[in-house]
């Protein structure tokens, strides 16, 4: 199916380049195909001519009308013709296409012969990127908004490095400023409370009950011979502290970066200066009111940003754009961020000082996750950090365990809300969604394991028995992996992997319930055997990007 896909979007980009002068660029143009959901309208389809129809002031059916003409000429050429039955326009501008059954028997020995390796490609051609996320300020436990942060750029850094790219993930730990003044402020405050000494909390303090239990070791560790440190003592000592909570809490939900990057250490060389200069290089620096300001309006910015406060204070854009130029001057070719919905107006300015630097700001991919609800027994847990109440990471992986947290943060396109069912991420049943993919994989397991035949006696299977519609439809799924993989990664969206896991799944225990595997036939029985055991290694690739296990027993 890879190579189908492949000379279908390579035969629209030739054809909307040859008959639609006026579109430029017209090989940049994503082209996407997709599963219709209906099995009526065929086995592929495409709205790229509802995608081009307003850029070319046309109506989507003249559009698609134009399209399939030049298409239907194509189909006649080698190799379209050896997989496509037909092509037809449905509905509102769709193209849909109809797949002859037969050429898709070789791709299913492909996913048997490439194992765990099915669906990687050279998309990225070993370039290196580096994604930054989480990045929660090291002010406390990690939050579920993290969390999902964590489980979205993880799952995608994975997707990115399975099609070729050379990835790195970073952390970037904002461990300087004024939250992290107020949190050794909250510790220094309840240190003096534990010790029976006068103390004033701050306004804004942290106040869980996680800083009584840093004041505790604080005590254990020093007594009372700190009682009269400065508040960087106690922030000092809170940030270490709570970064290796966070650390830890990291590790237990499969989530390791390769750098940790420290603000403060950017802070105490001369990158800063040196970025700032490289702005004003240009002409894009200036004063006003004893401030120093950054002319982003010049790239499409709202208004134009201080750098530098009247009162020698740095804002916090300044920072961070000597860490985005640093970023660059490591030899990454393209950064992607993945930040909360809090930072949304934060992006324009950023890409200003990236293109201001001199860096392209389509290098910079910039993904805004949205916030996350969290239920138990089917009511709302209030959260609010600095109020300390909160459910941690730690907490949920302890209720729901690791595979759950990690899927259900997948389950919505980053862009959407999350609510996540707490009772049903920990039900052991097919209404649970990462249960009902992973005993798939199970049941594979075990069909395989009691037939006793190992995979490389599964190549040569007469896979031309397999005529039922069941078994058809787990064929078309199947060979879909790959396509499915490399539309996660140039999108950016990995909640793509996840209504096709499902959908994979739904399809086997459908063939399952109503087609024996192991038969008196033994052609079909090796047939339908080569079948699942392709099943349910994309299955396991496709859990294996998620961070998810894929258990052979449950």
Known sequence: ?????SHIISALREIISDNFVELKNSRDITVYLDTPKNKEFGDLSTNIAMQLAKKLGKSPIEVANIILGSLKKDI???PLKEFLASVKIEGPGFINFYLIEKSLYDDIKEVLKKGDSFGRSDIGQDKKLQIEFVSANPTGPLSIAHARQAAVGDTLANILSFIGWQVSREYYINDEGNQIRLLGESIRARYLELLKKEFSFPENGYKGTYIYDIANILIDEYSDNVLNKETDFFSNYGTKFILNWIKDDLNIFGVKFDNW?????LSATKKIEESISEIKKRGLIYEKEGAVWFRSTDFGDDKDRVLIKSDGTLTYITPDIAYHRDKFLRGFIRLINIWGPDHHGYISRLKAAVTALGFEDESVNILIVQ??????DKVLVPMSTREGRFITLKELISETGKDAARYFFLMRKIDSHLDF???LAKKH???NPVFYVQYAHARISGIIKKAGIKTPSLMDSNLALLTQAQEIELVKLTVRFPEIVKQAGSSLEPYRLIPYLENLAKAFHSFY???RVICPDTELTHARLALIEAVRIVIKNGLTLT???APEEM
Do not use: C, P
């Not at 990057?261 to 250490?265: A, I, L, N, R, V």
């Not at 916030?371 to 138990?376: D, S």
């Open 371 to 376: 916030l996350v609800t969290l239920y138990k």
């Open 547 to 549: 961070g998810v296990s």
């Open 261 to 265: 990057f420290s603000q403060k250490e």
């Open 1 to 5: 199916m890879e190579k189908i896909e």
């Open 421 to 423: 069912d707490m009772e």
């Open 76 to 78: 006649n050429r080698l």
């Open 429 to 431: 049943t097919a209404e």
């Open 513 to 515: 319930d109503k087609h």
